[in-house]
């Protein structure tokens, strides 16, 4: 394998991907397709986890009791989506691809094709 293509492989991970999947999971909770144990359970799960009292790290040390909550919570948000019908999730990425939110929504390399590529020269003219 080239470096090059070693590089494009990787999964790309950004803020706007954290803004999709949250979008993804508000459509998908507010899916009446999708089963409640789903809607209503996994949420659940995840305000009993922030509210006990009992965590894997606690909170009183710095930064990282913080950050086995924001873990647990970003495994739950992924267990979701994971739960949550395929053809149902499908469409929704597919809609949000569409309709231009976040091209990168379905884990797509969001470099653009060789092909999609236009180089041009141009002038200004006043």
């Known amino acids: 394998m080239s470096k090059n293509s070693a590089k494009n492989s990787k999964k790309r991970f950004s803020f ?9 999971i508000w459509k998908l909770f507010r899916d009446p397709n999708v089963s409640p144990w789903v809607r209503y359970g996994v ?3 995840a305000l009993a ?3 006990f009292p009992a965590d894997i790290l606690p909170d009183v040390m710095p930064v990282l009791g913080q950050l086995d ?3 647990i919570i970003a495994l739950l948000a992924q267990l979701f989506i994971a739960l949550a019908p395929d053809n149902i999730v499908a469409m929704y990425r597919e809609a949000s ?3 231009g939110f976040h091209p990168n929504m379905g884990g797509q390399n969001s470099a653009p094709a060789d092909d999609d590529v236009i180089d041009t020269d141009y002038q200004v003219v006043d």
């Open 97 to 99: 691809n569409v309709a």
């Open 69 to 71: 909550d924001v873990a």
């Open 43 to 45: 949420p659940l799960v």
């Open 16 to 24: 706007l991907d954290i803004i999709g999947q949250g979008k993804l």
């Open 49 to 51: 986890y922030l509210i």
